[in-house]
C-alpha cells in the first residue's frame, strides 16, 4: 500500500506570495493533520481534517488555510508569504480521529 | 495544555552501547503517548505508541519505552545502539477522543560513533 505523498516536495517563493501544498492519504484513511515544522519552534500542529471537515485546529494565523477533498485528498494554503513561514510542513494521515498517524516525507517551503 | 520536554537535545553514544532517551509530559487525564524518529529529509516514523495497560511497550527496531505515571515519564530505551539508529527522535503526546492532535518535544538528535 503506498504511502502518504506530499508534492512539491521542495518550494522557494518570495515574500506576499501565496502557496498551495497538497497531501494525498493513504488509501483508505479520511483523517489529514497538517504540521509545521522549524528549528525553533519545532513540530507545532496546523489543523486537521476529517470527512471534509476541519475538526482542529493550532495557534496559527489565518493565513494558513486548509481544505479536504472528497478523496480525502488535502490541501493547506499559507497566502502572503513571511520569512517565518520556511519550513517543512508534514502532512500525516489516518483511518480516523484518534487512529495512529502515518507522516508523510513533507515539503519544505523555503521564503525569501 | 498538554506540553511535552525532551531535556536532551543532543545525545552522543558509541556504537553497541545502551541508549535512554528522556521525555516528560503535562497531561491532566491519561495521555497517549508516543516515539518518532525522523532522518535526514524523511517524515517521521512511528517507533512506539502507549494508549493503555502494560507500561512498557515493545516497538521497532529493537526500541521500548516505559510509561510512568508518578514520574511523568515515557522514556525511551534500546540496549545496544547500531548505526543507523542516528537520527532525530521526537516524543508526542496526544488527547483522545474527538480532540486528537499530536503535541511534540522538541526533539534529541542522536549521533553514534562508530
Known amino acids: 500500500k503506498a504511502g502518504v505523498t506530499q508534492t512539491p516536495r521542495y518550494l522557494i517563493k518570495t515574500r506576499g506570495q501565496q502557496v498551495t501544498l497538497s497531501c494525498s492519504p493513504i488509501?483508505?484513511?479520511?483523517?489529514v493533520s497538517w504540521y509545521q515544522q522549524t528549528p525553533g519552534q519545532g513540530l507545532q500542529f496546523l489543523f486537521e481534517?476529517?470527512?471534509?471537515?476541519?475538526?482542529n485546529k493550532g495557534n496559527f494565523p489565518g493565513r494558513f488555510s486548509g481544505r479536504q477533498f472528497s478523496n480525502s485528498r488535502s490541501e493547506m494554503n499559507v497566502s502572503t508569504l513571511e520569512l517565518g513561514d520556511s519550513a517543512l510542513y508534514l502532512c500525516?494521515?489516518?483511518?480516523?480521529?484518534?487512529?495512529?498517524?502515518?507522516f508523510g516525507p513533507g515539503t519544505r517551503l523555503t521564503v525569501l | 495544555a498538554q506540553s511535552v520536554t525532551q531535556p536532551d537535545i543532543h545525545i552522543t553514544v558509541s556504537e553497541g552501547a545502551s541508549l535512554e532517551l528522556r521525555c516528560n509530559y503535562s497531561?491532566?487525564?491519561?495521555?497517549?503517548l508516543f516515539w518518532y524518529v525522523q532522518s535526514p529529509g524523511q517524515g517521521l516514523q512511528l517507533l512506539l505508541k502507549?494508549?493503555?495497560?502494560?507500561?512498557l511497550v515493545q516497538g521497532i527496531k529493537g526500541f521500548e519505552a516505559e510509561f510512568k505515571r508518578s514520574q511523568s515519564s515515557f522514556n525511551l530505551r534500546k540496549p545496544s545502539v547500531h548505526w543507523s539508529d542516528a537520527a532525530e527522535y521526537f516524543c508526542?503526546?496526544?488527547?483522545?477522543?474527538?480532540?486528537?492532535?499530536?503535541?511534540f518535544g522538541k526533539g534529541t538528535l542522536l549521533t553514534v560513533n562508530p
Open positions: 500525516a494521515s489516518s483511518l480516523g480521529p484518534g487512529a495512529e498517524q502515518f
Open positions: 488509501s483508505g484513511h479520511r483523517s
Open positions: 481534517y476529517f470527512s471534509e471537515t476541519q475538526r
Open positions: 497531561y491532566g487525564a491519561t495521555p497517549y
Open positions: 502507549y494508549f493503555s495497560g502494560d507500561t
Open positions: 508526542a503526546v496526544a488527547e483522545g477522543g474527538s480532540n486528537y492532535k499530536l503535541t
